[in-house]
């Protein structure tokens, strides 16, 4: 049983919490969600707009306490993220996706931000001592409920690779069967997740608040089906295949499709008679079971260290699930509206990292600086450090360099970032010999004998992106403060 008594519970300003990359309400990526992606994802799907308006209405409840992971200097909401996202928005509008932003500006008037900039956090002792709490408050109480494929997610994410299950069943709160149960419904949505669909179709499966998960999950409980896929699980929910991995993705992507286009859901499959005749009408999508092969859940997922299926080298590339091959992440979006600063983020999203390491370097340098500047001249913040410089006599037409720019940034409250990414973006400012450093990336620009590696620029980015994905839609500032005003 939980000691929830000695817990560590204090008030903890709001812009210094992160929300949680792992919250099973976010779609299943192929890359770490961004702070900025969590919270446009909870704003569009989960009534966050909503619950910011209420908290204007009726103010913040002192009752409402987030529930917290304090690990490695960074402070995680682990239950609670729909509030703290709300919260966020009402303390910095400009967060939101660019079309929410005007909502959000007229709903921050009507709250005195001290009052909510502030919230009180009970930190658990980790993660999975805080998981009984949150499967409770999600599955069986008022607070809204977690789809199928988002409960089943949440219950992965706990399972060290060494728990044994009655133990893992016992300290989560559900049987064991439960447990089993979960972990093969998570497993086969994320093979739908991963199979090759049409565009419309693929959009709809990995909603997993739109996706009929239900009937999936009704599939998956029947040893008809999964015998008709020619599939097995083990107790921790992973799959064994008996036929040829395209026998079965064929048969599964017809499943898949029939689900997300409404062809069956549970009403239609209600017992095993009609499950038999809804598999005897596959026609050519049948699986051949006497084309033999076998496969796993990380062979369907495509992840490494696996046995996989006989095939062609052709069908291997094809099915191989690879990184992003270029340096800024699909997911990145510009709102600014400088029409230079526009077309630099497109060349850069058309730049394959490693084939033109050098071009991503050079564009990568001026894109950082283009960005931090458009940012610091568009929200006044660019004044104090020309007003210094005139005070030391400098020219009308000095302008403050890159580094003197990311210096203000850094020491900057009002930007958000984790205390982590804010010392290495300190580092990188201050610390000519980091690897990692400024100085490194105007030698990738000037010197012609210090090359980029492909590695380095992605390591580069992994320090930029937090700071970058903040200034990439249009600030809000005061006239007062605009540059010129």
Wanted: charged letters at 25%.
């Amino acid at each position: 049983m939980n000691n929830y008594g000695g817990w560590n519970e204090r008030m903890v300003s709001v812009p210094s919490l992160l929300l949680d990359p792992k919250n099973p309400r976010i779609p299943e990526l192929r890359t770490m969600p961004t702070q900025r992606q969590i919270a446009a994802e909870l704003l569009e799907h989960d009534s966050v707009f909503e619950l910011a308006r209420d908290i204007t209405q009726h103010g913040y409840f002192p009752t409402e306490v987030l529930i917290g992971l304090d690990e490695d200097g960074e402070q995680t909401i682990v239950e609670g993220n729909r509030r703290l996202a709300a919260l966020k928005f009402l303390l910095s509008p400009e967060l939101a996706p660019e079309t929410w932003v005007k909502k959000f500006r007229m709903l921050a008037t009507r709250v005195t931000s001290e009052n909510i900039r502030k919230v009180r956090v009970v930190f658990a002792a980790s993660r999975e001592a805080a998981a009984p709490l949150i499967i409770n408050r999600h599955t069986r109480t008022g607070v809204e409920r977690w789809k199928p494929a988002q409960q089943a997610k949440y219950l992965r994410t706990l399972m060290s690779p060494g728990m044994p299950l009655d133990e893992a069943a016992q300290f989560l709160g559900i049987s064991r069967s439960q447990l089993t149960d979960n972990l093969r419904m998570d497993t086969m949505y994320r093979v739908a997740c991963n199979l090759h669909l049409p565009e419309e179709v693929r959009n709809i499966v990995r909603d997993a608040r739109g996706f009929n998960a239900s009937t999936l999950e009704r599939l998956v409980q029947s040893p008809l089906a999964m015998d008709f896929l020619g599939v097995t699980f083990d107790e921790r929910g992973r799959v064994s295949g008996r036929i040829h991995q395209d026998e079965f993705n064929k048969a599964f992507a017809r499943m898949v499709t029939d689900i997300a286009r409404g062809r069956i859901d549970t009403r239609k499959l209600n017992s095993s008679t009609e499950i038999n005749a809804y598999l005897s009408d596959f026609g050519v999508d049948k699986p051949n079971h006497k084309h033999k092969g076998t496969f796993t859940s990380q062979s369907l997922l495509g992840e490494a260290n696996d046995a996989r299926p006989t095939r062609t080298n052709s069908a291997k590339k094809r099915n191989t699930v690879r990184g992003s091959q270029y340096l800024l992440p699909p997911s990145l979006k510009c709102g600014l509206r400088n029409p230079r600063i526009k077309d630099i983020f497109y060349e850069l999203r058309r730049l394959k990292v490693a084939q033109y390491p050098n071009a991503c370097a050079v564009l990568l340098r001026i894109f950082l600086e283009l960005v931090v500047s458009d940012h610091l001249d568009k929200t006044g913040k660019i004044k104090p450090l020309l007003a210094a410089a005139k005070q030391k006599n400098k020219g009308l037409d000095w302008y403050p360099t890159l580094r003197q720019m990311l210096n203000a940034v850094s020491h900057d409250q009002s930007v958000i970032l984790s205390p982590l990414a804010r010392k290495a973006l300190n580092k990188m400012i201050s610390h000519d010999d980091h690897p990692l450093s400024l100085d490194q990336m105007d030698q990738f620009v000037h010197n012609r004998y210090v090359a980029p590696s492909e590695r380095e620029l992605r390591r580069l980015w992994a320090v930029l992106e937090p700071l970058l994905e903040q200034f990439l839609g249009e600030p809000v500032a005061s006239a007062s403060n605009r540059l010129g005003a």
